[in-house]
């Protein structure tokens, strides 16, 4: 088996399984191709790992700063995991916490004026890492897949649906 069949799911699918199945794996084995590359570029170029350039992204956003709790929601990770790439990026003086006035078992994390900075640099770069690694579909046809991509989202029940 070859180094990309590894990696592409879509191998797994044949003729005769449904279309919605081929579909998922197509999906799956291209996002997973992107964000590969995306992860090694970051890893390459900028020493850093998706998870943290992703948790920067976050605070970017948001300048006053977030909670650990809030970071783990948006980030979808357990609270243990957050905490983690918070005390990494806190040693390279990217991100700082702060205690809580309301709550003093609490904090708020922010981007230093360094981490600010090298976010920028980092976000210049994956935005034209995604522009290049979707340029085999012209402009109409991304606007077309994100249309049919907001149409699949909106009828996919969310996680929080289904354990209700």
Do not use: C
């Not at 191998?11 to 449904?18: E, F, I, L, Q, S």
């Not at 020493?47 to 709790?69: H, K, N, V, W």
């Not at 979707?134 to 996919?156: D, M, N, W, Y």
């Amino acid at each position: 088996m070859s180094a990309r069949q590894d990696t592409d799911m879509e191998v797994r699918a044949h003729a005769d399984h449904h279309a919605s199945l081929r579909l998922w794996l197509r999906l799956l084995s291209a996002t997973t191709r992107i964000e590969d590359t995306i992860r090694q570029r970051l890893r390459e170029q900028f020493d850093i790992t998706l998870p943290r350039f992703d948790l920067m992204a976050q605070l970017e956003r948001e300048p006053q700063g977030l909670s650990m709790s809030e970071l783990s929601r948006r980030m979808m990770v357990t609270g243990g995991n957050v905490t983690s790439i918070v005390d990494q990026l806190e040693k390279e003086q990217l991100v700082q916490r702060q205690m809580q006035a309301s709550d003093r078992r609490s904090y708020t994390v922010s981007l230093t004026e360094a981490g600010r900075s090298a976010f920028a640099a980092m976000a210049l770069a994956h935005e034209g890492w995604v522009v290049e690694l979707l340029s085999p579909l012209a402009e109409r046809e991304q606007t077309q897949l994100h249309q049919l991509l907001g149409t699949l989202k909106s009828g996919t029940p969310s996680q929080s649906k289904e354990t209700k």
